[in-house]
């Protein structure tokens, strides 16, 4: 079955500062990318997603670029603020199977 | 236009009763998706469902978990013999992706549930 990994675990930045969370995926079937942002105790929410036929994409502060070669996907946050402090799950999908599998997330913390 | 709705968001049970969880998908959402997350853990796969079938259940023990989406009324998922390693929260997701439609491209988006987070004292 597919496999997702994430990286780093924890990342912690000033504010201001770029934030980069890298995916790697392995089932090269998969053609949909979504990223969430789970705040503490809450659901996860989607902040962005791409689909294989799109090498960047881009939503104000937040950018996501897609490698279908090198089966990997990053999400970009730029200008941080506090309020972007959160943990932040990738996950891959083929679109007609349903499911998506997701990394263990990235848990960013922007200090003032 | 609600939201993925889970109840109860709270559920405290002792060892060897039995929990069930509910979901109402999003309005026009036929298709759920059950997830668990252990604490400061990522989501895990259980279960996709549609209505009155399972699709995938792959990611679901075989024992003492079982899954249910019916024609009417929410998705229920059951675990039987709760034991203390279940506890978690467990998230519930719908989308509106398309029947598998040739020529079409299928939208997977998912919207989450609020999550229940179930203790076994």
């Known amino acids: 079955g597919e496999n997702v990994e994430q990286h780093p675990s924890t990342l912690s930045v000033q504010e201001g500062d770029s934030a980069v969370i890298k995916c790697t995926y392995s089932?090269?079937?998969?053609?949909?990318f979504p990223w969430y942002k789970q705040e503490l105790g809450k659901r996860p929410q989607l902040i962005i997603d791409?689909?294989?036929?799109?090498g960047e994409k881009k939503d104000q502060r937040i950018a996501v670029t897609l490698n279908k070669t090198a089966k990997h996907f990053s999400l970009h946050i730029t200008e941080t603020q506090p309020e972007d402090s959160a943990v932040y799950f990738c996950a891959s999908a083929y679109t007609n199977a349903g499911k998506s599998t997701f990394g263990d997330g990235t848990t960013l913390t922007v200090k003032p | 236009n609600a939201g993925v709705m889970q109840n109860p968001r709270h559920l405290v049970r002792r060892r060897g009763q039995e929990a069930r969880l509910r979901c109402s998908p999003m309005?026009?959402?036929?298709?759920v998706y059950w997830y668990r997350q252990l604490p400061e853990e990522g989501l895990k796969f259980m279960v996709y469902?549609?209505?009155?079938?399972?699709?995938?259940e792959s990611g679901m023990p075989k024992e003492r978990f079982s899954a249910e989406f019916p024609k009417e009324g929410p998705s229920i998922l059951r675990i039987q013999q709760v034991v203390r390693g279940d506890s978690a929260a467990y998230f519930c997701?719908?989308?509106?992706?398309?029947?598998?439609?040739?020529?079409?491209?299928?939208?997977?988006?998912?919207?989450f549930g609020p999550g229940t987070r179930l203790t076994v004292l």
């Open positions: 089932d090269s079937a998969s053609n949909y």
């Open positions: 309005k026009g959402h036929s298709h």
């Open positions: 469902l549609q209505k009155e079938n399972i699709i995938d």
């Open positions: 997701a719908s989308s509106p992706i398309s029947p598998l439609g040739i020529g079409k491209d299928t939208d997977n988006e998912q919207f």
């Open positions: 791409i689909r294989s036929n799109v």
